[in-house]
């Protein structure tokens, strides 16, 4: 299981670098959020260091919040969006796709 995620990191890496979003900004990045997400008033403080077009992967402690609900949220679904439900951690799950610069509101 450990060999997937990077495998799949690699891959948002290079469809990042094939996008519009990733050539505007000149250079895609990876941007992790160390913290997990335990509420969904958190998720747009957690991901106010990330920029367009980076790869964020985002940890959510998926007892309080729906991965799914991060997903739609958080990312950009013109490129691939990954939800692994477990992690090393107990209760954590992992989202990790493209940003598309700002995170959508609760209430659309």
């Known amino acids: 299981m450990r060999c997937a995620v990077p495998a799949a990191l690699l891959a948002l890496l290079l469809l990042c670098q094939a996008s519009p979003a990733g050539a505007q900004s000149g250079e895609s990045r990876l ?5 997990a997400i335990t509420s969904s008033g958190q998720v ?3 991901l106010k260091k990330c ?4 790869i964020v992967v985002v940890l959510v402690a998926v007892q309080s ?3 799914a609900e991060v997903a ?3 990312c950009d679904f013109a490129g ?3 939800l692994d439900a477990t992690t090393d951690a107990i209760g954590i799950g992992r989202v990790t ?3 598309p610069g700002s995170v959508r509101d609760r209430t659309r």
């Open 80 to 82: 691939q969006v990954l």
């Open 65 to 67: 919040v729906p991965l």
């Open 44 to 46: 747009k403080d957690r």
């Open 72 to 74: 739609a949220r958080a």
């Open 51 to 54: 920029r367009e077009g980076d």
């Open 97 to 99: 796709c493209l940003y």
């Open 31 to 35: 941007c992790r959020v160390a913290n």
